[in-house]
């Protein structure tokens, strides 16, 4: 498998642009994205792509029209990292096939290479409201 590199540059003492093929992001908290929003994002996006991979792959008729994520940060350490994430998929699937949709989430974290890319302390939740 090939290896994949990024540029990042520091273009001040708190700011980052990273260097991308479709453009540049900027990496702060003040403008573009913190890192620690990048990951939660990155989590919340890849376990979309995978429930809809396995969602089609069950034959499941559905459309993710939002994901919500949200996380909290632990704050009995220094660095503060994330203790937990959840990750809500507002979907429309047919009422006949919502049981199986439900556990179709179970199947996420052993598939989305985000996830299993996480210290394992981090507790990944994720459920699905019906629209």
């Not at 994205?33 to 990048?38: A, F, G, L, T």
């Not at 993710?64 to 660095?79: D, G, H, L, T």
């Not at 979907?91 to 556990?103: G, N, Q, T, V, W």
């Amino acid at each position: 498998m090939a290896v994949e590199m990024l540029e990042i540059y520091q273009l001040d003492k708190n700011k980052f642009e990273m260097h991308t093929k479709k453009g540049e992001w900027i990496l702060t908290k003040e403008k573009g994205y913190s890192p620690v929003q990048m990951l939660v994002s990155s989590v919340a996006a890849c376990g979309g792509y995978v429930y809809s991979s396995i969602l089609e792959n069950s034959k499941i008729e559905a459309n993710i029209s939002k994901i919500e994520v949200s996380y909290r940060r632990s704050e009995q350490k220094k660095a503060e990292p994330i203790s937990e994430i959840h990750i809500k998929f507002i979907a429309s699937i047919p009422e006949i096939d919502h049981k199986r949709a439900l556990r179709c989430l179970k199947l996420i974290p052993a598939n989305c290479p985000v996830m299993q890319s996480l210290d394992p302390t981090i507790q990944v939740t994720e459920t699905v409201v019906f629209i």
